[in-house]
């Protein structure tokens, strides 16, 4: 039988690769909307728009958050991610966007209190300062003695 009710939950679907490679590849985009998907059904919710960026999650300057994130205001729908560090690694950003009007939930926490956000977004800053220390180790290695 078809409800005539509309699901109670609706959401905005976002999901970030940081490369052109692996926007291309597939397997980033696809397993977050996997993610996304398999979340918004187990919870009766209905996914009214998708948007998928590339681009690097330490960014402030990012258009297609932006348009999401306006979206989100505009219609009170929830922005969903599979993971936090998907919406970014900027720990400021994320904490300024905990304390909005937009509400989110990251699909691997969907549970998340405000302080466990605040603690994961100092985390997937952490995480960012590490992966760039190691990308500037690897290119000065890699780099013919002179």
Same mark, same amino acid.
């Given at each position: ?5 509309? *699901?109670?939950? /609706? ?7 940081? %490369?052109? $490679?692996?926007?291309?590849?597939? $397997?980033? *985009? ?10 918004? @059904?187990?919870?009766? =919710?209905?996914?009214? @728009? #998708?948007?998928?960026?590339? @681009? !690097?999650?330490?960014?402030?300057? $990012? *258009? ?10 505009? &219609?009170?729908? %929830? ?6 560090? /998907?919406? !970014?690694?900027? =720990? ?5 966007? #905990?304390?909005? !009007? ?7 926490? *969907?549970?998340?209190?405000?302080? &466990? ?9 952490? +995480? $960012? +300062?590490?992966? !760039?220390? #190691? &990308? ?9 003695? =002179?």
């Amino acid at each position: 039988m078809v409800s005539d009710t509309a *699901p109670s939950l /609706r959401l905005l679907a976002f999901g970030r690769v940081s %490369t052109a $490679r692996q926007g291309k590849s597939g $397997r980033g *985009p696809e397993a977050q909307r996997k993610a996304i998907d398999d979340f918004a @059904e187990s919870r009766g =919710a209905i996914v009214i @728009e #998708r948007f998928t960026e590339v @681009e !690097s999650g330490r960014k402030n300057d $990012r *258009p297609v958050l932006e348009k999401a994130l306006t979206l989100a205001k505009l &219609t009170g729908a %929830t922005l969903v991610i599979a993971k936090l560090d /998907r919406l !970014s690694r900027n =720990a400021a950003f994320l904490l300024t966007l #905990r304390d909005s !009007s937009v509400r989110f939930i990251a699909v691997d926490m *969907p549970e998340a209190s405000d302080l &466990t956000v605040g603690i994961m977004a100092l985390v997937a800053r952490q +995480e $960012r +300062e590490a992966i !760039s220390r #190691r &990308t500037k180790e690897a290119l000065q290695a890699a780099r013919p003695a =002179a």
